[in-house]
């Protein structure tokens, strides 16, 4: 296999702070790496030394020549005025007819071609970004949060892509679903070192717990071994008779080695002050309007929201998910209709622009401090700006020298210390590790306080949803099933849209018409649903067996005739459900072959 790139003994420190500290790494051909580590650990100041745009301290990074380095990054370099096609034939120096067949794996076709990339949503905007890379026909890609806006129908036109790339990239992402979707490999970035493992992400995490664990049980018996010969020295070794095996012993302790742990970085917890019970609706939407002056969104909104819901507003970028949230948080004026918040209901409003409004000479603890509740102690505030990366030295910084990341995460710590009862979170995970992403998600899920949410993060909203409201073309709407059958189905358009069935047909070989692939799919998600509902009834009938056994186990010489007929029953009843979900397991197999 040819190398792409070799990292050795890589370093690098900003002031007292060490980024990197000895890391190494080799990417070779065909190499689908995630690359992990906390906030801060150098994942993107890897990538910037890797392309020119950070100096190393010392190390070496050998890149050979035949690789082609293609960097997605998140800022842009197309003119105002700029069209989709001028700006591609521009950056990658292909002609137009090549220009259009790459964009056509992104559906950039037809006027889209034609439109000013500037006037194209985020996601679009993105895809553009990304087709203008591959024109260079790059063989390692370096991805840098390539998710951070990108709408669920383009994040799903990139995971495909991703799958069926020949050539080997390295991908920061702090979406768990994205990055198990793509890698086959894991890279972690931790205090300075980092370790690639030839396993995706989920197995190497049990690597990583299994090794811990193979470390604290040998390092047990070292110690254990010791303290027993440590024993046999103090007892015997002052006594000329035993001198010569207290002396061995002595040599034995010394070749007994624990191994060196590195102290792991601590675990994210975080808590949202919980606010009073209360049932009923949270919020009305009575034939609401939502747009602006001159241009409606969407309109004849209907919806009832009730307290403690978490409820996940979704759909492609451009559609109105922001301009809902800013409607309900009174940012933007509503253009007809009314909504009306329940009694006593106060809410707060995150959103991507709301860090740009803090006052740059407070520190973030005065912030915080300032921000609270009359009710939230001081160590309240130490444990919520911990959560969010803030301790020591990180509470006494100037909010003028926080990074955009750095005012976001502020933003989010001062949101969850106020004791609302409902929050509105436009894109929250932004700049977050995937494990304060995941601590946020299991918090909001735990909390009574009422949730509306836009994040394209999977994991994420998978996690925290239990409602789902699409926007899609001028209307606003409840989605009636779950997060996991919006995000297949909206898979099965694109897959339709792109030409791919379940056997990797393009879809002109496929002897179906649309409408009896509609219908199959109509049958699969159905059959999905019956065995979950079968795996939930076994689940509750072996539950009850465990219950009978356990009564028999406690009671040997006891006979209960109803216990033993009701344990039969049980038994043939789990038989009947097995047979059946083995029926329907059957059936699904056939219906996706």
Known sequence: MATLLQITGLCKSYGARMILDGAEVTVSD??????????????????????????????????????????????????????????????????????????????????????????????????????????????????????????????????????????????????????????????????????????????????????????????????????????????????????????????????????????????????????????????????????????????????????????????????????????????????????????????????QHIPATLNSDDTVKQYLEKMAPPDVTEQEIFEMAGNFLFKDEGLKKQISVLSGGEKARLCLARILLEKNQVILLDEPTNHLDFETVESLAHALKATNVTVIFVSHNRTFVEIVANGIIEVKDGKVARYNHNYEEYVYHLQKVIEDDLGITEDSKPAEESSTTKEEQKQLRIKIREARKQLQSLERSIAKYNEQKSELLKWFEQNPTEFSEEKTKELSEIEKKITAKESEWMELELELEVLNS
């Open 30 to 351: 065909r190499q689908k790496i995630g690359v992990i580590g906390r906030n801060g650990a150098g994942k993107s100041t890897m990538f910037k030394i890797i392309v020119g745009e950070e100096e190393l301290d010392s190390g070496t990074v050998n890149i050979p020549d035949s690789t082609r380095i293609g960097h997605l990054t998140q800022h842009s370099n197309y003119g105002e005025d700029e069209g989709v096609m001028e700006y591609l034939m521009r950056t990658s120096n292909q002609p137009d007819y090549e220009c259009g067949k790459i964009a056509g794996r992104f559906q950039i076709k037809n006027e889209l071609l034609d439109a000013k990339v500037s006037s194209l949503a985020g996601g679009y905007q993105m895809r553009v970004k990304l087709i203008s890379m591959l024109l260079k026909e790059p063989n390692l890609l370096l991805l840098d949060e390539p998710t951070n806006y990108l709408d669920l129908s383009t994040q799903i036109l990139l995971e495909k892509f991703l799958q069926n790339y020949n050539g080997s990239f390295l991908l920061i992402s702090h979406d768990r679903e994205f990055m198990k979707r793509t890698c086959t490999e894991t890279l972690e970035i931790e205090q300075g070192k980092m370790t690639l493992y030839p396993r995706p992400l989920e197995e190497y995490f049990e690597y990583k717990e299994e090794k811990m664990n193979q470390i604290e049980s040998h390092n047990i018996r070292v110690e254990r071994e010791k303290q027993h010969l440590q024993k046999f020295v103090d007892r015997f070794g002052s006594k000329a008779s035993k001198a010569s095996q207290a002396q061995s012993k002595m040599k034995q302790i010394e070749k007994l080695k624990t191994i060196d742990v590195t102290q792991p970085l601590k675990t994210t917890r975080i808590s949202i002050p919980g606010v009073s019970e209360k049932t009923g609706i949270a919020l009305t939407l009575d034939q609401l309007e939502i747009g602006y002056p001159n241009k409606s969104i969407a309109k004849n909104i209907n919806l009832d929201i009730e307290r403690g819901q978490k409820i996940a507003v979704v759909g492609d970028n451009g559609q109105g998910k922001t301009t809902l949230l800013k409607t309900l948080a009174k940012e933007l004026k509503e253009l007809g209709g009314t909504y009306k918040w329940g009694h006593n209901i106060q809410i707060d409003y995150y959103a």
